[in-house]
């Protein structure tokens, strides 16, 4: 009887619990129903009257769409919702909703759009070459050989900034020449010169801006690196030390060192009161004289890439190098100008001639990676074969196989026909590798079996070389490829442990300098040229600094792991004297970046570098526009629509009118209407940035107009205003915001792809993980990588919406 009452009970209880979860569900349906009836009034006042089906403002319609179904449209409704967070739509001088609202209804879509993610997990990415950043890194890993890439290969395609988006990546008989060419290159300096022919190699003064300084006690000097082929004596010559016609360059005595790997190698005086006798006396005859004794300089040094130093040990006459002649002149020579100088100076460049005496090739680095075995003790050809197949293991990405080692062999025999050497063999096995397609290129294929045009998961090798183009920007160490080749990279852990051991490695800077530099256009500071009658401060050497400044600050948050909203807030960066005096920070004196705390705060953040300052101006003035426009898409991640064409950006003013300042004569374009849908969005922001001129120098009266500088401005938001202290304490207040358009750029950049609308849900999951641990750098890492969109491959879309997409980007 007691177990018959228990099943009754159980029974009853069972039908209240469902009664009550019925009751809940329509409880909770009349909530959607009340939200979505809501939200429709709102569109229905603010938006159906430009956007239904028979407006159709923008090709867009909405009245059509049913709220209830959000998902169905996701793709729609990913566009409207970047538009309402960037207040472009209702457009300016149209009635706006309530901030509120915006707000509640951005939030809702969003949560119905990522709890029903609609299209496929992941996009389509097609094979692509290696850009020549890659292909630079690609080579310094496989065999230690520095290319610069810029030498070698043409410039690359960018889209929003980046130049490792795939569709980007294609290929012309023009860069399968250049490759070749440089494949060549690379592996005559990797294997060095068997032979001991002798090289004659020009440096240039110009061409030498290293970021490295000079030791301590030098000055007015070069720094570079330089391949000997061989060992042997080398023999340099220093070109011209500026001996003109003038004796005055002789005037001080100084002291021209040559260092070889931080050694001493050369140490001879010139100038003083004898050299100027010298020359007062013979004239030409005499400056040949002196300029004998720094030619054919003998010195002994053994095969590969070693550091040279040239420069002057001299009384300084002055407290540091920054005002002499201007300081940094631009051409790599430190403290000596084109000014009345009164010492020697390196005028045209170092020439290195060698080897004479030649004594073989000492295993170099370069050697050490390729040359795995010794010939003389396992025979020349099975020696030959270990190390192409180990060369190509490497270079390819992948286990070899008996058919990839077959295809390769024939090259080192060629390198033998005729009497060539051992050495000779493998430098055609190196050049063969290095333009092998499976090396230039990427390509996902996925497992063996997969259905054409489906959605399929990444290899486990496929996973490692998406993984370490993104985080080193080139391919697998050993570490990860043999996990990868042994199928455990995807085993529970193992990523997200790779993951934290790569952020650790020198190789991860290529976050900083491939994707934050790039993705915040500081990689092309040198497209503003400021004029230097209005901007007699600024010269190329503080453009090198801007970009200096701003590497050394993103490396300090992003490979500290820092919050990325460090980006906006900071107070720490890295100054030198110049940049200092520029930003009127006191007690910093030299040449060398050091880092800094910022006691004027508003100079905290990506908002106050001068970098960012330089980039969204033109040469004669601010523009509200471009730092507005910048705000609103890298900050914000809602950038303004593309200006029509034939848009009118002139605001200089006729001669003999009263000088206006920037914000006077942006005003008269404003007013105009069709002009206002945009400039109403993108100018408030950027004129609270109006504090800084052209070049990022702190000021509060128009030099031109002699007016008062005023920073106030009105937020699209309705949040008035004054200055970039105030405008960050906006963008600081919604740090998932910040997030959201940080993470978006880097996915792009790891996925090598734009985002298409199905990304977006899992972009926001990232965010939201992050922001349980203070969106921290690797938590937004290891989030990307852990999503569908890195870890899968989608179906190729049709070809002809494949490429008006990327003729968009472009």
């Known amino acids: 009887m007691k177990v018959m009452n228990t099943t009754a009970s159980l029974l009853l209880a069972a039908s209240l619990l469902c009664l009550e979860s019925q009751g809940f569900a329509q409880t909770r349906a009349a909530a959607e129903l009340s939200a979505t009836?809501?939200?429709?009034?709102?569109?229905?006042?603010?938006?159906?009257?430009?956007?239904?089906?028979?407006?159709?403002?923008?090709?867009?319609?909405?009245?059509?769409?049913?709220?209830?179904?959000?998902?169905?449209?996701?793709?729609?409704?990913?566009?409207?919702l970047r538009k309402l967070r960037g207040h472009l739509m209702p457009p300016p001088g149209s009635p706006q909703p309530p901030q509120k609202d915006v707000e509640s209804f951005t939030a809702w879509m969003e949560g119905t759009l990522d709890s029903q993610p609609k299209g496929p997990k992941a996009g389509y990415v097609p094979i692509q070459r290696l850009n020549r950043t890659e292909y630079a890194a690609a080579v310094k890993a496989l065999v230690d050989v520095d290319v610069n890439p810029k030498e070698v290969l043409p410039q690359d395609i960018q889209v929003d900034g980046f130049d490792d988006i795939a569709d980007a990546l294609s290929v012309s008989p023009a860069f399968l020449d250049q490759y070749v060419a440089a494949a060549r290159h690379v592996a005559k300096q990797a294997i060095g010169d068997p032979t001991g022919h002798v090289a004659n190699v020009k440096y240039s003064i110009a061409s030498q801006n290293s970021d490295e300084p000079l030791?301590?006690?030098?000055?007015?000097?070069?720094?570079?690196?330089?391949?000997?082929?061989?060992?042997?004596?080398y023999r340099i010559n220093v070109l011209d030390l500026g001996l003109g016609l003038y004796t005055n360059t002789l005037e001080n005595e100084s002291t021209l060192v040559i260092m070889l790997d931080d050694r001493i190698v050369f140490r001879k005086p010139i100038g003083g009161s004898a050299d100027q006798a010298t020359v007062d006396r013979k004239g030409a005859p005499g400056r040949a004289a002196i300029m004998e004794r720094f030619s054919k300089i003998p010195v002994q040094v053994q095969a590969g890439v070693h550091d040279?130093?040239?420069?002057?040990?001299?009384?300084?006459?002055?407290?540091?190098?920054?005002?002499?002649?201007?300081?940094?002149?631009?051409?790599?020579?430190?403290?000596?100008?084109?000014?009345?100088?009164?010492?020697?100076?390196?005028a045209d460049g170092i020439q290195i001639v060698g080897p004479f005496n030649f004594r073989g090739v000492s295993k170099t680095a370069s050697r050490s990676l390729i040359f795995?075995?010794?010939?003389?003790?396992?025979g020349e050809p099975a020696c030959a074969r270990r190390i192409t197949e180990n060369l190509a293991r490497r270079a390819?990405?992948?286990?070899?196989?008996?058919?990839?080692?077959?295809?390769l062999m024939p090259f080192y025999e060629a390198g033998r026909k005729g009497g060539g050497t051992f050495d000779e063999g493998i430098e055609q096995v190196v050049t063969a590798v290095l333009a092998s397609p499976d090396f230039l290129y990427r390509a996902i294929r996925g497992p063996k079996g997969t259905a054409p045009n489906s959605e399929f998961a990444l290899t486990d090798l496929e996973l490692a070389s998406r993984l370490s183009f993104f985080l080193w920007n080139t391919g697998p160490d050993e570490e990860l490829l043999t996990l990868a080749a042994g199928g455990g990279l995807t085993k529970p852990g193992a990523l997200d442990k790779q993951v934290r051991r790569m952020l650790a490695d020198p190789k991860a800077s290529s976050l900083v300098t491939s994707f934050a530099m790039k993705w915040l256009n500081f990689t092309t500071l040198d497209s503003v040229q400021p004029d230097p009658k209005l901007y007699p401060a600024f010269n190329e050497q503080l453009r090198h600094d801007f970009a200096t400044e701003a590497e050394a600050f993103l490396r300090s948050v992003l490979l500290e792991d820092r919050s990325v909203v460090d980006l906006l807030t900071s107070d720490h960066t890295f100054l030198n004297e110049r940049l200092a005096r520029l930003y009127g920070v006191p007690g910093v004196y030299g040449s060398q970046f050091r880092e800094v705390r910022l006691a004027e705060k508003q100079r905290a953040g990506l908002l106050g570098k001068g970098a960012m300052l330089l980039r969204t101006s033109y040469g004669d003035r601010t523009s509200p526009v471009l730092r507005g426009a910048w705000v609103l898409d890298k900050l914000m991640g809602t950038p303004p629509a593309t200006p029509p064409p034939n848009t009118a950006t002139d605001l200089s003013q006729k001669a003999g009118e009263l000088p206006k300042t920037v914000r006077a004569r942006l005003e008269q374009h404003r007013n105009k209407a069709v002009c206002k849908q945009c400039h109403g969005v993108i100018d408030p922001t950027g004129l609270a940035l109006e504090n800084f001129d052209a070049i990022g120098e702190w000021r509060t009266v128009d030099r031109e107009a002699k007016a008062p500088i005023d920073a106030k401005t009105v937020l699209p938001n309705g949040i008035a205003i004054d200055g970039p202290m105030e405008l960050k304490s906006q963008l600081v207040a919604r740090p998932a915001t910040f997030a959201e358009a940080f993470t978006e750029k880097?996915?792009?950049?790891?996925?090598?792809?734009q985002l298409e609308y199905f990304d977006m849900p899992q972009v926001r999951a990232v965010v939201r993980g992050a922001a349980k641990d203070n969106y921290k750098f690797s938590s937004i890492v290891l989030g990307i990588v852990n999503t569908d969109a890195f870890r899968k491959q989608g179906p190729a879309p049709p070809a002809k919406e494949h490429g008006v997409k990327l003729a968009a980007a472009r």
């Open 746 to 753: 880097l996915m792009m950049y790891a996925l090598n792809r």
């Open 215 to 233: 030791p301590p006690g030098l000055r007015g000097g070069v720094r570079f690196k330089h391949n000997f082929p061989a060992d042997g004596e």
């Open 37 to 80: 009836d809501q939200y429709h009034a709102m569109l229905t006042t603010y938006c159906f009257t430009c956007h239904s089906a028979r407006a159709k403002m923008g090709g867009l319609v909405l009245d059509s769409l049913n709220l209830q179904a959000a998902a169905d449209d996701a793709r729609t409704w990913e566009k409207a």
């Open 396 to 407: 390819f990405r992948r286990p070899v196989t008996a058919d990839d080692v077959s295809r």
């Open 372 to 378: 795995v075995c010794d010939p003389n003790q396992i």
């Open 308 to 346: 040279l130093v040239v420069g002057f040990v001299d009384r300084a006459e002055v407290e540091s190098d920054e005002n002499v002649a201007g300081g940094f002149d631009g051409v790599g020579v430190l403290g000596f100008g084109a000014g009345n100088v009164r010492t020697a100076r390196l």
